[in-house]
């Protein structure tokens, strides 16, 4: 089953409390204070500056920022996704909050193959992925919450993979690889170390060809590995 059955009294029960776990982590986690420190040049100021210059020097020679040993000792994406969430007039915490409540919806489709009960799913899902308090750590104008989100959409996209391993069809397998590739793209533009999320890619690959050892499957982690890496 991958949608809520709301004729369900179970599933409209989970539903209520999945919706009340995400306002309340809205309210108790999502709306907090933003301390952006301006003499912080190498964090709160560069993004700051460099969000700048994305929106008003787009196609220029210094979109990105000035071209110096400041700019570039940080992966461009914040700085840029700030700029996107200002030309709509977007709070940033509003909008980390709708990139977060994206991720209980994912959940239930990656774990549709395995049947579950997608009350309990949404549930569970909610309550991990949007009940966060070490996000009242993250008061400045920072990254982390935005490389949270990736991190999470890449690590559900490969257990996608993994659960697709045994019956899984080639087109859904190259859907997930893709986003799954997608994802760490924006890890790698996002934070300089990314490159370890390469560690647990291997391992969800390995697992989903020692799922069914066949031909069929060795074509198919061809084609996704080719997808991963070209997303």
């Given at each position: 089953?991958?949608?809520?059955?709301?004729n369900n009294t179970k599933d409209r029960w989970w539903c209520i409390a999945s919706v009340t776990v995400i306002f309340i982590g809205f309210l108790t986690f999502f709306i907090r204070p933003l301390d952006a420190l301006p003499w912080q040049?190498?964090?709160?100021?560069?993004?700051?500056?460099?969000?700048?210059?994305?929106?008003?020097?787009?196609?220029?020679?210094?979109?990105?920022?000035?071209?110096?040993?400041?700019?570039?000792?940080?992966?461009?994406?914040?700085?840029?996704?700030?700029?996107?969430?200002?030309?709509?007039?977007?709070?940033?915490?509003?909008?980390?909050?709708?990139?977060?409540?994206?991720?209980?919806?994912?959940?239930?489709?990656?774990?549709?193959?395995?049947?579950?009960?997608?009350?309990?799913?949404?549930?569970?899902?909610?309550?991990?992925?949007?009940?966060?308090?070490?996000?009242?750590?993250?008061?400045?104008?920072?990254?982390?919450?935005?490389?949270?989100?990736?991190?999470?959409?890449?690590?559900?996209?490969?257990?996608?993979?993994?659960?697709?391993?045994?019956?899984?069809?080639?087109?859904?397998?190259?859907?997930?690889?893709?986003?799954?590739?997608?994802?760490?793209?924006?890890?790698?533009?996002?934070?300089?170390?990314?490159?370890?999320?390469?560690?647990?890619?291997?391992?969800?690959?390995?697992?989903?060809?020692?799922?069914?050892?066949?031909?069929?499957?060795?074509?198919?982690?061809?084609?996704?590995?080719?997808?991963?890496?070209?997303?």
């Amino acid at each position: 089953m991958i949608f809520l059955n709301f004729n369900n009294t179970k599933d409209r029960w989970w539903c209520i409390a999945s919706v009340t776990v995400i306002f309340i982590g809205f309210l108790t986690f999502f709306i907090r204070p933003l301390d952006a420190l301006p003499w912080q040049w190498a964090d709160d100021a560069l993004y700051f500056n460099n969000a700048k210059a994305f929106l008003y020097h787009f196609g220029e020679s210094q979109w990105l920022g000035p071209f110096d040993q400041i700019t570039l000792s940080k992966a461009p994406f914040f700085p840029m996704f700030l700029g996107a969430i200002h030309t709509v007039s977007l709070p940033l915490r509003i909008a980390e909050f709708l990139l977060y409540l994206a991720l209980p919806i994912i959940a239930l489709r990656v774990v549709a193959p395995l049947r579950l009960a997608p009350g309990k799913v949404l549930f569970l899902a909610s309550v991990f992925f949007l009940f966060i308090p070490v996000l009242n750590n993250e008061l400045r104008l920072g990254r982390g919450v935005l490389f949270g989100f990736i991190l999470i959409l890449f690590l559900l996209s490969l257990f996608a993979i993994i659960v697709r391993g045994r019956n899984g069809t080639t087109t859904s397998v190259m859907c997930w690889s893709g986003l799954a590739g997608f994802a760490f793209g924006l890890a790698s533009i996002t934070r300089e170390e990314a490159s370890w999320l390469l560690l647990p890619a291997a391992v969800a690959f390995a697992g989903f060809f020692l799922a069914d050892v066949s031909r069929r499957k060795v074509g198919q982690l061809i084609l996704i590995s080719m997808v991963a890496w070209l997303s």
